[in-house]
């Protein structure tokens, strides 16, 4: 019977604490630190210039009872965020599908389809969307040429300038679809050999085979994006600035605005709690269902 | 045997031409950016989809861009961007290799729950942070420097620390008790031994960490105020505002020398980037 605390050498102690020392101190001052003010100020009305007045839970109060902007945005977010998803996993799917087979040229079509995923949280990107989708751009010339003539742009109806957006998101489906690739790759072709013997058609092969060996990748990019989806901002704020009519006011960007157009910090703060337990929600829930759908080979490690 | 030869022919054709015709769509916006910086500003706006300039005006586009917006030179922006995002890179990536490094090879009082601490940062999302990050940094007068761009990614992340730690797992620890055996310490096991192991996922996160903060336009938009140090991407959105400027050749030739970088080191680089997150993708 050991004391626990001896398990460990004292100089191991003091190695990995000298280790984790660097990546310690950023915790704390960037992490930890801005979590317990963040709390604090949550509970308070400050506007940077004032000392703060602690007001209790009259923020949350407020976000909830008087607040038809936070209702707005957070529509906003989870329509975004529950259409962008599927989307861009169905389609990274089926392109890494298209990809999964022998032809001449893969690389250089693998290439071209990531190179959104890796520019497109650029600002430049959200310019080059509006000036597709804006005023005089690509789609409203391209109907001028082929005689329609419309007043209002996709992005100046608020009835589809969210569906811009969202199509946006969809055009970057490149890093999903490598790591579709990447567990195609890793299903065992005896499986299609032995379906195959068997006379099964393609659509039972991909449905009682590919998908069911790919739910676990599935389930690790769902819960990736969905963080992803929730904390949308750039787009939101280049190409439409949350309009027209607020129809794309993220919560992220609605949470800045709080912040810093109108210094209302406590307010904000108390905000992006609210998204924290939105989104850790959501993960629990994404966990809890995954014994109903998600199959691991080796029985669920 | 013939058909069986006809039917494969004609399946590349057609898998050709959808690839091709994807590939359109996923390229087409960059194309238009380029066209566009090559058109003048008065024919900009006439058939707006064609890749093909009426009138060709690329020199005062770029020369405009050059000299950047707010009376600060394009030059600055760049150097600015740079710095941040080698000083940000840098210490990302090294201060997580030594987290990574000891959780998974040294057997520490507390290693476990600062593990779970990582793993928490991991879900919770940058920009909830944002906030009480400007508050702490404007006690310390920290706002609107350089330095404030490099501090939140400095001190490594959550990801790369998980990511690391997990490859560190899928080398052999008889490795290092070799090592250990043949006198070399711990810092040298982890450069002499793992970093060479592990070079891929290092180059993996450095590349990840270069377009994360080169990109960045959340919190320069927030911690920052002076034009003369602002990145790239705050430059851009300056030159967005409707009422300074409506230079629009000029928007997009410096939009397009903003990608270049990432698009060459990515081109350079893609190699790592495909094999990590296919291997991030598969162990999750």
């Given at each position: 019977?050991?004391?626990?605390?001896?398990?460990?050498?004292?100089?191991?102690?003091?190695?990995?604490?000298?280790?984790?020392?660097?990546?310690?101190?950023?915790?704390?001052?960037?992490?930890?630190?801005?979590?317990?003010?963040?709390?604090?100020?949550?509970?308070?009305d400050?506007?940077?210039?004032?000392?703060?007045?602690?007001?209790?839970?009259?923020?949350?109060?407020?976000?909830?009872?008087n607040?038809?902007?936070f209702?707005?945005?957070?529509?906003?977010?989870?329509?975004?965020?529950?259409?962008?998803?599927?989307?861009r996993?169905?389609?990274?799917?089926?392109?890494?599908?298209?990809?999964?087979?022998?032809?001449r040229?893969?690389?250089?079509?693998?290439?071209?389809?990531?190179?959104?995923?890796?520019?497109?949280?650029s600002i430049?990107?959200?310019?080059?969307?509006?000036q597709?989708?804006?005023?005089?751009?690509?789609?409203?010339?391209?109907?001028?040429?082929?005689?329609?003539?419309?007043?209002?742009?996709?992005?100046?109806?608020?009835?589809?300038?969210?569906?811009?957006?969202?199509?946006?998101?969809?055009?970057?489906?490149?890093?999903?679809?490598?790591?579709?690739?990447?567990?195609?790759?890793?299903?065992?072709?005896s499986?299609?050999?032995?379906?195959?013997?068997?006379?099964?058609?393609?659509?039972?092969i991909?449905?009682?085979?590919?998908?069911?060996?790919?739910?676990?990748?599935?389930?690790?990019?769902?819960?990736?994006?969905?963080?992803?989806?929730?904390?949308?901002?750039?787009?939101?704020?280049?190409?439409?600035?949350?309009?027209?009519?607020?129809?794309?006011?993220?919560?992220?960007?609605?949470?800045?605005?709080?912040?810093?157009?109108y210094?209302?910090?406590?307010?904000?703060?108390?905000?992006?709690?609210?998204?924290?337990?939105?989104?850790?929600v959501?993960?629990?829930?994404?966990?809890?269902?995954?014994?109903?759908?998600?199959?691991?080979?080796?029985?669920?490690? | 045997?013939?058909?069986?030869?006809?039917?494969?022919?004609?399946?590349?054709?057609?898998?050709?031409?959808?690839?091709?015709?994807?590939?359109?769509?996923m390229?087409?916006?960059?194309?238009?950016?380029?066209?566009?910086?090559?058109?003048?500003?008065?024919?900009?706006?006439?058939?707006?989809?064609?890749?093909?300039?009426?009138?060709?005006?690329?020199?005062?586009?770029?020369?405009?861009?050059?000299?950047?917006?707010?009376?600060?030179?394009?030059?600055?922006?760049?150097?600015?961007?740079?710095?941040?995002?080698?000083?940000?890179?840098?210490g990302?990536?090294?201060?997580?290799?030594?987290?990574?490094?000891a959780f998974?090879?040294?057997?520490?009082?507390?290693?476990?729950?600062?593990?779970?601490?990582?793993?928490?940062?991991?879900?919770i999302?940058?920009?909830?942070?944002?906030?009480?990050?400007?508050?702490?940094?404007?006690r310390?007068?920290?706002?609107?420097?350089?330095?404030a761009?490099?501090?939140?990614?400095?001190?490594?992340?959550?990801?790369?620390?998980?990511?690391?730690?997990?490859?560190f797992?899928?080398?052999?620890?008889?490795l290092?008790?070799?090592?250990?055996?043949?006198?070399?310490?711990?810092?040298?096991?982890?450069?002499?031994?793992?970093?060479?192991?592990?070079?891929?996922?290092?180059?993996?996160?450095?590349?990840?960490?270069?377009?994360?903060?080169?990109?960045?336009?959340?919190?320069?938009?927030?911690?920052?105020?002076?034009p003369?140090?602002?990145?790239?991407?705050?430059?851009?959105?300056?030159?967005?505002?409707?009422?300074?400027?409506n230079?629009?050749?000029a928007?997009?030739?410096m939009?397009l020398?903003?990608?270049?970088?990432?698009?060459?080191?990515?081109?350079?680089?893609q190699?790592?980037?495909?094999e990590?997150?296919?291997?991030?993708?598969?162990?999750?």
């Amino acid at each position: 019977m050991k004391n626990k605390v001896k398990e460990y050498k004292r100089r191991d102690n003091i190695a990995g604490y000298v280790m984790l020392a660097p990546w310690l101190f950023g915790f704390v001052l960037m992490y930890f630190l801005p979590m317990l003010i963040s709390i604090y100020y949550s509970f308070t009305d400050y506007n940077l210039l004032n000392d703060a007045q602690v007001i209790g839970f009259d923020n949350y109060v407020r976000i909830f009872t008087n607040d038809d902007t936070f209702w707005q945005a957070l529509k906003v977010t989870f329509i975004y965020t529950i259409f962008l998803v599927p989307l861009r996993l169905a389609f990274a799917l089926i392109v890494a599908m298209l990809l999964n087979t022998k032809h001449r040229g893969l690389g250089l079509y693998r290439t071209i389809y990531y190179i959104p995923s890796i520019i497109g949280g650029s600002i430049a990107v959200s310019i080059v969307w509006q000036q597709i989708f804006g005023n005089k751009g690509v789609v409203m010339s391209l109907l001028s040429v082929l005689g329609i003539n419309q007043e209002v742009s996709l992005l100046g109806n608020p009835k589809t300038a969210l569906a811009v957006i969202i199509l946006m998101g969809v055009w970057q489906f490149g890093s999903s679809m490598l790591i579709f690739l990447a567990a195609l790759k890793q299903i065992p072709g005896s499986l299609y050999e032995s379906a195959m013997v068997d006379g099964a058609k393609k659509p039972t092969i991909f449905f009682k085979i590919t998908l069911p060996m790919l739910t676990p990748t599935i389930f690790f990019n769902l819960i990736l994006q969905m963080v992803n989806g929730f904390r949308v901002f750039t787009e939101s704020y280049v190409i439409t600035d949350g309009g027209p009519l607020d129809s794309t006011l993220s919560y992220v960007l609605y949470l800045y605005r709080r912040a810093f157009t109108y210094f209302d910090m406590g307010y904000s703060c108390a905000l992006a709690w609210i998204l924290v337990i939105i989104i850790a929600v959501f993960t629990v829930v994404l966990f809890k269902t995954q014994n109903n759908w998600v199959y691991y080979e080796s029985g669920g490690e | 045997m013939k058909s069986m030869h006809k039917k494969r022919k004609l399946d590349a054709v057609i898998f050709h031409v959808v690839a091709c015709v994807i590939g359109f769509f996923m390229i087409y916006p960059m194309l238009w950016l380029l066209a566009s910086s090559f058109k003048s500003n008065e024919t900009m706006f006439t058939n707006t989809y064609s890749l093909i300039p009426e009138v060709f005006d690329a020199a005062t586009n770029y020369m405009n861009a050059w000299e950047g917006v707010a009376g600060v030179s394009f030059l600055t922006f760049l150097g600015n961007t740079v710095f941040v995002t080698v000083l940000a890179m840098v210490g990302c990536v090294f201060i997580s290799l030594l987290a990574a490094y000891a959780f998974t090879r040294i057997k520490f009082l507390g290693g476990k729950f600062w593990f779970s601490c990582v793993m928490v940062t991991l879900m919770i999302p940058s920009q909830v942070m944002v906030v009480p990050q400007y508050i702490i940094l404007r006690r310390l007068n920290l706002v609107d420097t350089r330095i404030a761009l490099v501090l939140p990614w400095f001190f490594g992340t959550a990801f790369f620390i998980f990511m690391l730690v997990q490859f560190f797992r899928g080398v052999p620890k008889e490795l290092d008790e070799a090592a250990e055996i043949d006198g070399c310490g711990k810092i040298a096991i982890l450069f002499k031994i793992l970093v060479p192991v592990v070079k891929p996922a290092i180059m993996t996160a450095s590349i990840f960490a270069f377009y994360w903060v080169w990109q960045d336009f959340f919190q320069p938009l927030i911690f920052m105020n002076t034009p003369s140090k602002f990145t790239l991407s705050l430059a851009l959105n300056l030159f967005l505002d409707p009422n300074t400027y409506n230079n629009y050749g000029a928007l997009f030739a410096m939009s397009l020398l903003s990608l270049l970088p990432a698009l060459i080191i990515f081109i350079i680089f893609q190699r790592y980037l495909v094999e990590g997150i296919a291997m991030d993708g598969i162990k999750g």
